[in-house]
């Protein structure tokens, strides 16, 4: 007989009790006036200690929220241990555990998958359309320049230099840009410029800017397979791919650290940035800008055959070259496009005479 | 148990000091909490949460919090948290699974704004609608977190519980955001004080009922201090600017200056933080039971800011280590394969970027758990000792209520990092 603590689970009294230990039960009794708070059948008695419980034993009746029985006192304790015979048996799993994980578990992957696969990308779009031209400038500025100085590392040249122009070149370039911006509108913001560098590859930034490296250049056999890329790049530019591409990434990345909680601490947002630039378009948006550059080649009375060889060529040609830096990694010339691009030649004219195609092709090599 | 001087003053006669069934340390507030402690366990849930992709961290928040509240004692019981993982993790499936309706709904919302074609105005109520939302949200989310935290927290076996409308409380926050918005923050103080009071007046531990009657007035002095003080670095901070770039200040000085006034900003913080919670506990009640702060602020704050220096120490040693004991590797594979002098320091240098991130990795971690266990021990041996419960020898009556609690926990409020641990 010894000394405890007894919390009935109905008040937040702490009674001094005494046990009494019967052969099938123990008794739990007020120290102050003898009355008899609870009966505990041995066999039901459950060890429930928590954090906190330093130095005790706390018991219940079962695993029912309610009573407990705190003891320290050591005799106490040695009672405890050797007449309960069935105190570290934990409660039964409740039937049906799982099914809040299964249920809720599904309802997260379906939503996360929609969320990534539609929501996203459809909502980017909307939102570019929302993003007032002024800022999609200033941060079409800055990659502009963020581009130009990654590659004039690269070619070890001045950033003064990286930038290509001879007059009879940028007269080819605007007859180029003249045919094929029939349905433009306002083309007074547009930029077109071209990179002195071997990476073949064009960009179509933020702003309505469009950088085309000469590397693509040396490796058209003829002027309509760049005026094909540069037609498909004005289609992005056209239906603001590139700032939806920026949302999405961001949005993405977002929906990314919620499903992972911080585990590195925002770490996850230091890659949008980059990836924002680099990363491929959607399916769709190249489909999109496939279509565009069709209908302007077309409609501009060009053949559009060549845009195919010069996409086969850039495959062939990406073993050499960092594969991120060119125009096919992101552009790969699947057999769909090319078949697309095939049906769609109803033949046509050239988009330069040969004249200006060399003027175009040397215009990072003024005489 | 006799009361102390104090309470008794306070309370405007002498009590009764009888008390039947308590003993020693009865009535009061105590806290035992190691911080070496809590820096293992912080590191432990920290490697595992990253090893997990973050899936342990409901686990870990579960772990803390049992930890946690264990360590916090009222007349020599302590606190329990009865939460589980489980419930958590469920709770965070349901909030994924809540995006996407919400996802839909922005998406109609921005397509229905885009065909309305206000242009200009159109991208402004965008992000308003955006920004509205998203703080109606974080309120809500609040709101049922302390509903969930309430419900599987006890103490004597009769458990806390948190009664009215997280709607209510998300849609009243929403407007008192707007008009605190409106009135460049001057608002700020009220709705501070009538959150305060929303959560507190639906509080209760068994059928016992908090109730708070702290006052936006109240809390204004301490916020003006606050956010003038803010000001002033404001205006220093551009003073700094200013004279850096017309080239009259010396930029060497500028640089521990500007360090000095962003290590000032989340010290101040702090103490605003801490000035009003001894304020609304002091106008805080239980059944009528006045409720008593009194603890020193500048010891917290001061644990801030050694907490902060710890943090960031830990974070260059640890910086500085693993990068030295990447440089010896890399110069070991070097003289392996022997490479030529101009082409080994490119090697080295690229060698180095690839340590750099888990280097970075491992110092966050270190210095996070560092600074955590630091601040949190001394947050809670300096606060919970302060607070004292007037005739606390009738908090022996307070009936276990019957109050219905939420089956899934803190789903919102942890997809939107809202609170901290």
Same mark, same amino acid.
């Given at each position: 007989?010894?000394?405890?603590?007894?919390?009935?689970?109905?008040?937040?009294?702490?009674?001094?009790?005494?046990?009494?230990?019967?052969?099938?039960?123990?008794?739990?009794?007020?120290?102050?006036?003898?009355?008899?708070?609870?009966?505990?059948?041995?066999?039901?008695?459950?060890?429930?200690?928590?954090?906190?419980?330093?130095?005790?034993?706390?018991?219940?009746?079962?695993?029912?929220?309610?009573?407990?029985?705190?003891?320290?006192?050591?005799?106490?304790?040695?009672?405890?241990?050797?007449?309960?015979?069935?105190?570290?048996?934990?409660?039964?799993?409740?039937?049906?555990?799982?099914?809040?994980?299964?249920?809720?578990?599904?309802?997260?992957?379906?939503?996360?998958?929609?969320?990534?696969?539609?929501?996203?990308?459809?909502?980017?779009?909307?939102?570019?359309?929302?993003?007032?031209?002024?800022?999609?400038?200033?941060?079409?500025?800055?990659?502009?320049?963020?581009?130009?100085?990654?590659?004039?590392?690269?070619?070890?040249?001045?950033?003064?230099?990286?930038?290509?122009?001879?007059?009879?070149?940028?007269?080819?370039?605007?007859?180029?840009?003249?045919?094929?911006?029939?349905?433009?509108?306002?083309?007074?913001?547009?930029?077109?410029?071209?990179?002195?560098?071997?990476?073949?590859?064009?960009?179509?930034?933020?702003?309505?800017?469009?950088?085309?490296?000469?590397?693509?250049?040396?490796?058209?056999?003829?002027?309509?397979?760049?005026?094909?890329?540069?037609?498909?790049?004005?289609?992005?530019?056209?239906?603001?791919?590139?700032?939806?591409?920026?949302?999405?990434?961001?949005?993405?990345?977002?929906?990314?650290?919620?499903?992972?909680?911080?585990?590195?601490?925002?770490?996850?947002?230091?890659?949008?940035?980059?990836?924002?630039?680099?990363?491929?378009?959607?399916?769709?948006?190249?489909?999109?800008?496939?279509?565009?550059?069709?209908?302007?080649?077309?409609?501009?009375?060009?053949?559009?055959?060549?845009?195919?060889?010069?996409?086969?060529?850039?495959?062939?040609?990406?073993?050499?070259?960092?594969?991120?830096?060119?125009?096919?990694?992101?552009?790969?010339?699947?057999?769909?496009?090319?078949?697309?691009?095939?049906?769609?030649?109803?033949?046509?004219?050239?988009?330069?005479?040969?004249?200006?195609?060399?003027?175009?092709?040397?215009?990072?090599?003024?005489? | 148990?006799?009361?102390?001087?104090?309470?008794?003053?306070?309370?405007?006669?002498?009590?009764?000091?009888?008390?039947?069934?308590?003993?020693?340390?009865?009535?009061?507030?105590?806290?035992?909490?190691?911080?070496?402690?809590?820096?293992?366990?912080?590191?432990?849930?920290?490697?595992?949460?990253?090893?997990?992709?973050?899936?342990?961290?409901?686990?870990?928040?579960?772990?803390?919090?049992?930890?946690?509240?264990?360590?916090?004692?009222?007349?020599?019981?302590?606190?329990?948290?009865?939460?589980?993982?489980?419930?958590?993790?469920?709770?965070?499936?349901?909030?994924?699974?809540?995006?996407?309706?919400?996802?839909?709904?922005?998406?109609?919302?921005?397509?229905?704004?885009?065909?309305?074609?206000?242009?200009?105005?159109?991208?402004?109520?965008?992000?308003?609608?955006?920004?509205?939302?998203?703080?109606?949200?974080?309120?809500?989310?609040?709101?049922?977190?302390?509903?969930?935290?309430?419900?599987?927290?006890?103490?004597?076996?009769?458990?806390?519980?948190?009664?009215?409308?997280?709607?209510?409380?998300?849609?009243?926050?929403?407007?008192?955001?707007?008009?605190?918005?409106?009135?460049?923050?001057?608002?700020?103080?009220?709705?501070?004080?009538?959150?305060?009071?929303?959560?507190?007046?639906?509080?209760?531990?068994?059928?016992?009922?908090?109730?708070?009657?702290?006052?936006?007035?109240?809390?204004?002095?301490?916020?003006?201090?606050?956010?003038?003080?803010?000001?002033?670095?404001?205006?220093?901070?551009?003073?700094?600017?200013?004279?850096?770039?017309?080239?009259?200040?010396? =930029?060497?000085? #500028? %640089?521990?200056? +500007? $360090? !000095?006034?962003? &290590?000032?900003?989340?010290? @101040?913080?702090?103490?605003?933080?801490?000035?009003?919670?001894?304020?609304?506990?002091?106008?805080?009640?239980?059944?009528?039971?006045?409720?008593?702060?009194?603890?020193?602020?500048?010891?917290?704050?001061?644990?801030?800011?050694? =907490?902060?220096? #710890? %943090?960031?120490? +830990? $974070? !260059?040693?640890? &910086?500085?280590?693993?990068? @030295?004991?990447?440089?010896?590797?890399?110069?070991?594979?070097?003289?392996?394969?022997?490479?030529?002098?101009?082409?080994?320091?490119?090697?080295?240098?690229?060698?180095?970027?690839?340590?750099?991130?888990?280097?970075?990795?491992? =110092?966050?971690?270190?210095?996070?758990?560092?600074?955590?266990?630091?601040?949190?021990?001394?947050?809670?041996?300096?606060?919970?000792?302060?607070?004292?419960?007037?005739?606390?020898?009738?908090?022996?009556?307070?009936?276990?209520?019957?109050?219905?609690?939420?089956?899934?926990?803190?789903?919102?409020?942890?997809?939107?990092?809202?609170?901290?641990?």
């Amino acid at each position: 007989m010894g000394q405890a603590r007894f919390q009935d689970g109905k008040t937040t009294a702490s009674h001094v009790v005494e046990l009494h230990w019967d052969i099938e039960q123990l008794r739990i009794v007020a120290m102050d006036g003898g009355a008899e708070l609870a009966r505990w059948p041995l066999d039901q008695i459950r060890q429930v200690n928590m954090p906190g419980d330093d130095g005790r034993i706390r018991l219940a009746l079962g695993h029912e929220p309610g009573a407990r029985l705190l003891v320290s006192d050591s005799l106490d304790r040695d009672q405890v241990l050797g007449r309960c015979p069935n105190l570290a048996i934990k409660p039964e799993r409740e039937k049906g555990w799982w099914r809040g994980y299964a249920f809720w578990g599904s309802a997260a992957i379906l939503s996360i998958t929609g969320l990534f696969l539609f929501v996203i990308p459809a909502l980017s779009g909307v939102i570019a359309g929302f993003v007032p031209m002024e800022w999609e400038r200033k941060f079409g500025n800055t990659a502009e320049e963020q581009i130009l100085t990654g590659l004039s590392k690269l070619e070890k040249k001045p950033l003064g230099q990286m930038t290509c122009s001879t007059p009879a070149g940028d007269q080819a370039l605007e007859k180029l840009l003249a045919s094929l911006t029939g349905g433009y509108g306002d083309r007074s913001q547009l930029s077109v410029k071209v990179v002195d560098t071997k990476v073949p590859n064009a960009f179509a930034l933020p702003g309505e800017r469009i950088l085309i490296l000469r590397g693509l250049l040396d490796l058209a056999d003829g002027p309509n397979g760049v005026a094909g890329v540069l037609a498909h790049e004005l289609g992005h530019v056209q239906e603001r791919h590139v700032m939806s591409n920026v949302i999405e990434t961001s949005a993405t990345s977002l929906l990314l650290g919620l499903v992972l909680g911080d585990v590195t601490g925002g770490a996850l947002l230091v890659g949008v940035g980059e990836t924002a630039l680099n990363s491929a378009y959607g399916r769709d948006k190249e489909r999109a800008a496939d279509d565009y550059a069709i209908e302007r080649m077309t409609e501009a009375g060009f053949d559009p055959a060549p845009l195919g060889d010069l996409l086969t060529r850039l495959s062939g040609e990406s073993g050499n070259i960092d594969e991120y830096l060119v125009w096919a990694s992101s552009h790969p010339a699947t057999s769909e496009r090319l078949a697309v691009i095939r049906e769609s030649s109803m033949g046509g004219g050239q988009a330069l005479n040969e004249t200006e195609w060399q003027a175009l092709k040397n215009i990072c090599n003024p005489e | 148990m006799a009361l102390t001087y104090d309470e008794r003053v306070l309370a405007g006669r002498p009590q009764h000091s009888g008390n039947r069934s308590d003993s020693g340390n009865g009535g009061r507030f105590s806290a035992m909490v190691s911080g070496g402690t809590l820096f293992g366990m912080l590191l432990k849930y920290a490697l595992l949460t990253f090893l997990t992709l973050g899936i342990y961290r409901f686990w870990a928040k579960t772990g803390l919090r049992r930890h946690l509240w264990g360590r916090v004692l009222y007349g020599g019981d302590p606190f329990q948290y009865h939460g589980t993982a489980k419930e958590l993790f469920v709770g965070f499936l349901i909030a994924l699974a809540v995006l996407l309706p919400l996802g839909i709904i922005h998406l109609l919302i921005s397509r229905w704004i885009g065909a309305a074609d206000l242009s200009g105005a159109s991208s402004l109520i965008n992000s308003a609608v955006y920004f509205l939302v998203l703080f109606g949200l974080v309120s809500l989310a609040f709101y049922r977190m302390r509903r969930y935290q309430l419900s599987r927290t006890s103490w004597r076996s009769v458990h806390f519980s948190l009664a009215g409308s997280p709607v209510e409380y998300a849609a009243k926050s929403l407007l008192w955001g707007m008009a605190t918005l409106a009135s460049l923050g001057l608002a700020y103080p009220w709705m501070l004080a009538w959150q305060n009071r929303q959560i507190l007046n639906n509080a209760r531990l068994g059928q016992a009922r908090f109730s708070c009657r702290v006052r936006g007035v109240d809390i204004l002095v301490r916020y003006i201090l606050f956010y003038g003080l803010l000001l002033l670095l404001g205006l220093i901070y551009t003073a700094l600017l200013a004279s850096l770039s017309s080239g009259r200040e010396p =930029a060497a000085a #500028t %640089g521990p200056v +500007v $360090f !000095l006034l962003f &290590l000032v900003i989340p010290v @101040a913080f702090i103490a605003f933080r801490l000035s009003v919670f001894k304020l609304v506990a002091s106008e805080t009640r239980l059944n009528k039971h006045r409720i008593y702060a009194r603890f020193q602020t500048g010891k917290v704050v001061l644990s801030g800011f050694i =907490a902060t220096l #710890t %943090g960031g120490l +830990v $974070f !260059l040693v640890t &910086l500085a280590g693993v990068m @030295a004991i990447g440089l010896l590797f890399t110069v070991g594979m070097i003289s392996l394969d022997g490479i030529a002098n101009a082409e080994g320091v490119i090697f080295v240098l690229l060698n180095m970027m690839q340590w750099l991130l888990p280097a970075g990795i491992l =110092a966050t971690m270190l210095a996070t758990a560092a600074a955590k266990s630091i601040f949190l021990s001394s947050l809670l041996e300096t606060v919970i000792p302060g607070l004292k419960i007037a005739q606390s020898e009738r908090l022996e009556a307070i009936l276990a209520g019957n109050q219905s609690a939420p089956r899934y926990g803190e789903g919102l409020a942890d997809a939107l990092d809202v609170g901290s641990f």
